[in-house]
């Protein structure tokens, strides 16, 4: 399989800030790749680095093997979803569209066929004559990716385009990019700071911090296997236990992480733990009903908060069990604790 | 431990002022009534009651012989913008006003573009001050320097004469229409004094028109393929044209209405501002001044309709 787009350490730095710091990502062609991480973290820096918006200060980047490095943005075969949209006020929907094959010298008769069609695999069909002032945020965003589509790019870069809709919209946007995608098999890579759109979309997920990576994985292994303390609390919500603590329960210094919903409640004191379970008592000081699921929050001998997330499945309220102020201990399987890598000290930094 | 939300609000104070202040807030109308009634009356009653008041003089009638005004109502005065005289001193202003706003567009433009897009902070306020300056200065001053900057034996005429170029503005000055005796006294250098004087109305409208453009925009268009100079015709360029037409119509309009610098610089011959200060100063012939007055008016409506036909405000 070839590489759509390759960071070999590349860092790019700004004043003494260093946005991407030696970053190295292979992405696969053809795949839905995303960048997340919360703002400043690096993703959008490197999302523009691929676009040409933006020069590593070091490092080699490849687009479909040839080096990219000092091209021009209309140099490369890619095209961009800006996060605003960035559609030409002064130009109709179907300028908009066409505007990238005009550029480039398409025939007038062509540039609109393909303008129309593009309209038309977005749901815009007839929409042409309209001005960008006079369409709703979620067409505008159909046309921004109308236009990005229409030529025919290698790699479509995302940059939040969803993030001005509403969560219906999100939604529902969210799975007709996917089906797109699946469509014309290019490779989409999806900037994002939200983590379920991140891992319902992606075939693979980068998770930015400090503009380094800290783990590239399939959203499955991202959630179930965090590698770092920062992806477990990032993706999802996570219990991340150190020090003395994680030696009692686990028998190694190393940090771990346990998922809130992997817990189970009981009322009173530890009793004895059935083998292969992990036990600590605590607390209980908040409830929050939260729909499909109460969440527990439970403060340890330690200080320390643990979260625990039970499922109401059953046609009984589970919520009225327990109250807070009450002493209960929470109790895991050993297998659903995950060892992480504490990198807080770098190795260079 | 109970916490009550039931706790007593402080009461509303009865004064007079509070009263005055909870009519207001519920009356936003009022509010806003009496906030735009001072500058609505000005604006009403002296400014536009005034101007109309003078277009309507414009209709009386002046006699020759006894050099009076009377107000019995005519439409002579405004045929006589069409006798040959008059109608060229309009011709020769329109055909000013125009060079100018076109010169004026065409030097703003890379400069106000400079601004926008390439300084911050403090190089910023420096083009800012750089800009305004000039017009801290009186204006009448600037023009008496320009009189002697144009002058045989100035600094203009120098510096040409350094180039070796003394036989080129030979040329140039030779051309009817465009040149005369010195540039001092000729069409070309009144033009370049009504360019220079008002060039910061220019930049500053196109700067602004500039600096509303989000970088996206550009960014967008090299993403979809296009070579600069591309983006400059397909985006820049239409986007700024709202600021050109402001730009312009300030440029417009000062060049139709201004009767100084015609007097100090280039050739004899009327502009329609000197012709107005003439009939109205020198003459006392206030119909014929007012009939002018409205000449600009109507060029300035002619002027704002096709900028606004050719989709000039289309972008705001």
Partial sequence: MTLAVQFTDVSRVFGDVKAVDRVSIDIQDGEFFSMLGPSGSGKTTCLRLIAGFEQPSAGSIRIHGAEAVGLAPYQRDVNTVFQDYALFPHMNVRDNVAYGLKVKGVAKSERLTRAEEALGMVALGGYGERKPAQLSGGQRQRVALARALVNRPRVLLLDEPLGALDLKLREQMQGELKKLQRQLGITFIFVTHDQTEALSMSDRVAVFNKGRIEQVDSPRNLYMKPATPFVAEFVGTSNVLRGELAQQLSGSAQPFSIRPEHIRLQDGLSQAAASGEVEISGLLHDIQYQGASTRYEIRLENGQNLSVSQANNQWQDSTLAHQPGQRVTARWAREAMIVLRDNAPREGL | ?316
């Fill in chain 2, 1 to 316: 431990m109970q916490l009550s939300l039931n706790a007593p609000l402080p009461r509303p104070t009865a004064g007079p002022l509070h009263r005055l202040a909870n009519l207001l807030y519920r009356k936003p109308n009022l509010y806003l009534a009496m906030l735009l009634l001072p500058p609505l009356l000005w604006f009403g009653a002296i400014y536009f009651g005034s101007l109309l008041t003078l277009l309507w003089q414009g209709l009386y009638t002046f006699d020759d012989f006894s050099m009076t005004v009377t107000p019995e109502l005519t439409l002579a005065n405004l045929k006589a913008l069409f006798q040959p005289a008059n109608y060229d001193i309009i011709l020769r202003t329109l055909c000013m006003a125009v060079a100018v706003s076109l010169a004026s567009a065409m030097l703003a433009f890379p400069i106000a573009y400079y601004m926008a897009r390439f300084t911050t902070g403090k190089t910023k306020a420096f083009f800012y001050i750089a800009v305004m300056m000039p017009m801290w200065a009186s204006y009448i001053v600037k023009a008496y320097a320009w009189t002697l900057l144009l002058a045989k034996g100035g600094v203009a005429q120098w510096f040409v004469d350094q180039m070796g170029l003394a036989p080129v503005l030979q040329f140039i000055l030779g051309i009817p229409g465009v040149g005369g005796s010195t540039l001092s006294t000729s069409h070309l250098g009144r033009f370049l004094v009504f360019v220079y004087i008002w060039l910061p109305f220019m930049i500053l409208p196109i700067q602004a028109a500039l600096e509303r453009l989000p970088p996206s925009l550009l960014q967008a268009s090299a993403d979809l393929g296009a070579k600069p100079w591309q983006t400059f015709v397909q985006v820049i360029l239409p986007l700024s044209i709202p600021g050109i037409a402001a730009g312009s119509i300030f440029t417009f309009s000062l060049t139709l209405g201004d009767f100084i610098v015609p007097q100090l610089v280039g050739p004899p011959g009327f502009f329609i501002g000197s012709m107005v200060y003439v009939q109205q100063g020198a003459i006392g012939n206030m119909p014929m001044a007012a009939a002018f007055t409205l000449v600009p008016i109507v060029l300035i409506a002619i002027y704002l309709a096709i900028v606004k036909r050719l989709g000039a405000f289309d972008a705001l």
